[in-house]
């Protein structure tokens, strides 16, 4: 990636860490941040990710073939997300593309951007296209619009890239149901219905710029920490977060917006029908409210246990639920956390997370439901309506 990011030197600027390095993390006041950045009045430095350009006129129809997503009739100026899969069906990439009619641009969280570009490369063979990692060209910025609709705040769409005449600006399609995807939330009325997220492009060269715009009370600036707690309230699935070596799309809801149940064949494509028809994830995403009282907040990676459980000597206790994947203070909810359980993990029992500091009391809303998948149980909902964007 490009050296450091102008963001850093705005007043009360504090560096992130992984996975999201060499960014603000916040400003001095995440939860003001996120006041914000909710209300549509804030834009996130994301210039740590990476920036993939596929050029050709075979780009789509060959990303369509090795992804899970139906892309080849992706119209210019359309955003779409989709996911590379190994061949027993694991998430391996999570792949947030828009496409301006000329290139196909693949935004990807940092630790994603040479992995996956080398593999693209080695998958082109013959085909009418060309591959190249442009994150040293383009940085990525964040924001939470306050409706469907809602234009480019004018001090970033006076930097934003646009090389084919089309803003780079890719919206997000969560949680819409997409053609061809299905909801396994257990919900009839999902809470990201207010997430209308963007990640726009500009040129590297024009961060400072930007930074001295927010400088200028032009925009406001909010860290990484103000759009964890917002995505994680949205049930909004991350690769550098919730997924893990033995992650499928099903476990975190990610068969709404990711993957195509009726497209052709793709890498993982058996995996992906066989457990949606005729079995269950063996694990699932839910959302953990967690006990603020004693100012511990958990950490990813933090076990997951029943109350009953944790009471136990160690030698006794049972092995834990599962682990804390996202963690983030909501500046209406408190401490918040997203969490992948096994499967038979019982719904509605008191929890705790275990923490270094001491157990932290939880309780769990479920997401992904213990009997999703093979039909039984399964919410099958009507697509909750393209979002004019």
């Known amino acids: ?41 804030a834009i996130v430095d994301l210039s740590s990710r990476g920036v993939i350009s596929v050029e050709g006129p075979d780009r789509l129809s060959w990303l369509d073939s090795v992804t899970s997503q139906s892309l080849k009739g992706l119209s210019p ?67 939470l619009a306050a409706r469907a609709g809602d234009p480019v705040p004018p001090a970033l769409a006076a930097v934003a890239a646009a090389p084919s005449g089309v803003v780079l600006d890719w919206a997000d399609p969560w949680p819409e149901i997409v053609a061809g995807g299905v909801q396994y939330a257990s919900v009839d009325e999902h809470p ?18 930007l930074a001295d715009a927010v400088r200028r009370g032009e925009v406001g600036a909010a860290g990484v920490l103000a759009a964890e707690a917002l995505r994680i309230v949205a049930w909004r699935p991350r690769l550098s977060t919730e997924v ?36 269950h994830p063996p694990r ?10 004693d100012a511990v907040l958990p950490a990813a990676g933090d076990p997951v246990l029943l ?8 030698d006794a206790a049972p092995e834990p639920l599962g682990l804390v ?42 997401i992904v439901g213990p009997d999703a998948g093979a039909a039984v149980g399964r919410v099958r909902l009507p697509r909750l309506g393209a979002r004019t964007r």
Request: glycine share 8%; aromatic share 6%.
């Open 284 to 293: 699932r995403l839910v959302q953990l409210q967690l006990d603020g009282s």
């Open 77 to 143: 100026a359309s955003s779409a997300e989709t996911l590379l899969l190994s061949a027993n069906g694991r998430i391996e990439h999570a792949i947030r593309l828009f496409d301006d009619g000329v290139t196909a641009w693949l935004l990807v969280d940092a630790a994603e951007t040479a992995p996956l570009e080398a593999w693209l490369q080695r998958m082109r063979f013959m085909l009418r296209v060309e591959i190249a990692d442009r994150s040293e060209e383009f940085a990525t910025v964040g924001r």
């Open 244 to 279: 893990d070596d033995r992650s499928i799309p099903h476990e975190l809801d990610w068969m709404r917006s990711a993957v195509h149940l009726a497209k052709g064949c793709y890498r993982g494509q058996e995996t992906v029908a066989k457990v949606h028809n005729l079995g």
């Open 1 to 41: 990636m490009a050296g450091r990011s102008a963001f850093l030197d705005l007043p009360g600027a504090v560096a992130g860490t992984d996975p999201d390095p060499g960014v603000p993390a916040h400003y001095g006041n995440p939860v003001s941040e996120q006041r914000m950045l909710a209300a549509g009045r």
């Open 307 to 314: 109350a009953a459980d944790a009471a136990l000597p160690a």
């Open 192 to 209: 990201g219905a207010t997430w209308f997220w963007h990640e726009t492009l500009v040129p590297r060269v024009s961060l400072p710029a």
């Open 325 to 366: 994947t996202s963690v983030g203070n909501h500046h209406e909810w408190g401490p918040v956390a997203l969490a992948v359980l096994r499967r038979q993990a019982p719904e509605g029992e008191p929890l705790v997370v275990r923490t270094e500091a001491g157990d932290v009391a939880a309780s769990a809303d479920t």
